[in-house]
């Protein structure tokens, strides 16, 4: 892995999909920063990863939906990282959400406020030393509101047009960025919904996936790749005819 | 959900729990009214199954320190041999024991004590491990070794998880020049020739037989016998331009789907087992690390060739003093039904080791395969009369069916065994379904 790619930074490091590419990236000989709430509690993960890979990894605190504890985070970063991924993501209980204005915050928070905040603030650094690669992880709930989580497809669709805005702003200036759309994946947010196998990504399938699209410089990845043909239609199904659908 | 060991029999719906870290361990000590850790799943019977909790622990595999002078290691117990080989081998590391396959967990190796071809040398995994922490039945965590808690120590080394959850382990890794293994190859005619050729192979690091069980008659126990070390640097051959690390990643192929039942046969089988035995090449080769110790690991699945009833594994020792005959009637036995293994392994022991329930002690241990089938199940139960008749002992990892008066016969340091856990754990929270079966 070319130098400038690295270190990676990696927000949303705890999660399953943000370990599984700390894993991807660190077997390329990638330096990693990991973004976390709790940073104390990768101390076993930072140890697995600098043992396993000889890598250089390290931990810094980040709390997405505190503006203080952002601030902090960006001054408190020691270098441009080459790569910066969000993998933050919040799912809540929808039903929940709808009446429960601090849950429905914290949704739009962590999956769009925050990062979009955060890999802007990163995007203007980066374009002061003229490359790097900034990669989002959005979802594809955020390719059409559906009735049973719309709140959280909400920000993430405005999460994916955030990073197709970002990428127009800075193709031409040296920065790559990726949007990445998920479909089911076997992680702790998915845990106990019946999903099917055959739809259903496991983390470290969805980072191969990311590192791949990265290093080929994609600009939009659906994984597993069979969900863009799923999402085809349901993008494009006028409105009256998709309300309708049970979906 | 359903859940089996490796030989898929017996299929049991168990509670399964995966945490990722000690907490969620002790969490689910404290929910559960009994449970059992579970690893890679590569025990072949019932002994990772617990209806209420099986606690799965793959996701425990981070790496927390390692002594590149000493080749010390410490990890947590879903760690898999396979990925301590992936990390360590290229830096001149590898397991000092390991069993017939590389996928199966730290914390699994231990609670089954597991052996390798080098066990009249090098004893069991567990003669490697410094220390072990574990978590209770009462939720707290100790850490267990020759100075601290040393009952617990020996106890859960071969104790199938029945001590409690193994979290981390401390262990010693071998050093090794290459990735390469000179190995030395011969076919014999019969049981005696495999006998002493086994002897003959005991100054070798790494030694085991594969017997052809079908054959009858004065070729009663023939077999090929393979001896191993592992290459220095002036065994590599030219063509590795002196890297001693250079094999490229095997590729391992997958057995699809299960055939169907009929096609083992003893006509089938009879006829593997010819050409297996015809097609051995002897005398000495440079093979890959993997070839020598994980021939089966390449056919990822392996275990789905024996059909969806599943399969049974019979592993016992016998002692020196009456091996020779108790082989000998096995083997009649085995011969004459006709319905045995693709494979029957035979290996020479080396000293007891120190888990009360550890397998292996000094003598031959063979092993072999069944198809889950009732005329199977009573062949076996034949068999089980005879290594208790000798004085030998099943192996518990292999497991799935064998009764609570042959472990009593072939465990004699059972009630050390069981002081030990009255001590940790008097109400029995840790438990399996063998666990059960067998009223351990």
Redo the contacts between chains.
Sequence with gaps: MSADLSPVLIVGATSDIGLALAHEYAKRGAALILAARQPDRLEADLLDLQNRYGVSARSIALDLLDADSRARFLDALPVVPGTVISVAGLLGEQERSESDAALAEAVMTTNYVAPALILSALANRMLGRGSGTIIGVSSVAGDRGRASNYLYGSAKAGFSAFLSGLRARLRARGIHVLTVKPGFVDTRMTSGMKLPAVLTASPTQVAQEIVRAHLGRRSVIYTLGRWRWIMLPIRLLPEPLFMRLKF | MMLSGWGNYPRVDCAVLRPR?TEQVTDAIGARPTLIARGAGRSYGDAALNRAATVVVTRL??????DPSSGVVTC?AGTTLDELIE?FLPRGWFPWVTPGTRFVTVGGAIASDVHGKNHHLDGTFGRHVISIDLALADGSVVRCSDNENPDLFAATQGGMGLTGVILRATFRLRPVETDLVVQHTTRTQDLSQTLQALEDASEATYSVAWVDCLARGPALGRGVVYRGEHATLGDLPPDRGGRPYGTASIRSRTVPVSPPSFALNRYSMGALNAVYYRRAKTGRALVSYQTFFYPLDALLRWNRIYGRQGFVQHQCVLPLASCAEALRELLTMIAARGTGSFLAVLKLCGEEARGPLSFPFRGYTLALDFQATAGNFSLLTELDDVVAAHGGRLYLAKDARGGAGLLRDGYPRLDEFSRTRDRYDPRRRFRSVQSERLGL
């Design positions: 870290d595999n981070r790496i927390a320190s390692f947590e990390v």
